[in-house]
């Protein structure tokens, strides 16, 4: 089983930026998609983008297309959401999952696919 650990959440302001991380250990081998989700008070949790363990395939959702870049450094088994041009409604908790299934698309759009999940990290954005 994965273990997945995040970090990296804070307050900032409107148009500043973030870098949140999240760390995996354990079956990393059944890794094959890494995901970011993020769950905002009273709302679904949404999908935010995701990119394969082993190479550059990624994909995002519409509200943050062109503001956030996930990657991966498989060498330190950790991946990373920089999120510039925050947003009050970016305000969540982050969550980074690992899904066994090869995504493209928005194939993997849904919290189901995936099958471990981090405890997450909040991220405030103040107008």
């Known amino acids: 089983q994965v273990h997945l650990v995040e970090s990296g959440g804070g307050l900032v302001q409107a148009g500043g930026s973030l870098r949140l991380s999240c760390a995996a250990s354990?079956?990393?081998?059944?890794?094959?998609?890494m995901g970011w989700f993020r769950q905002a008070p009273g709302k679904e949790r949404e999908f935010v983008a995701n990119?394969?363990?082993?190479?550059?395939?990624?994909y995002y959702s519409d509200s943050v297309k062109g503001r956030f870049t996930i990657s991966r450094d498989s060498t330190k088994n950790t991946v990373y959401l920089q999120m510039n041009s925050l947003k009050p409604e970016d305000t969540a908790v982050y969550y980074c999952?690992?899904?066994?299934?090869?995504?493209?698309?928005?194939?993997?759009?849904?919290?189901?696919?995936?099958?471990?999940w981090g405890q997450g990290t909040q991220v405030t954005v103040s107008s």
């Open positions: 990119v394969w363990w082993s190479i550059d395939i990624m």
């Open positions: 999952a690992s899904s066994r299934y090869y995504c493209t698309g928005n194939e993997c759009s849904a919290a189901a696919k995936y099958d471990a």
């Open positions: 354990g079956g990393t081998f059944s890794t094959n998609t």
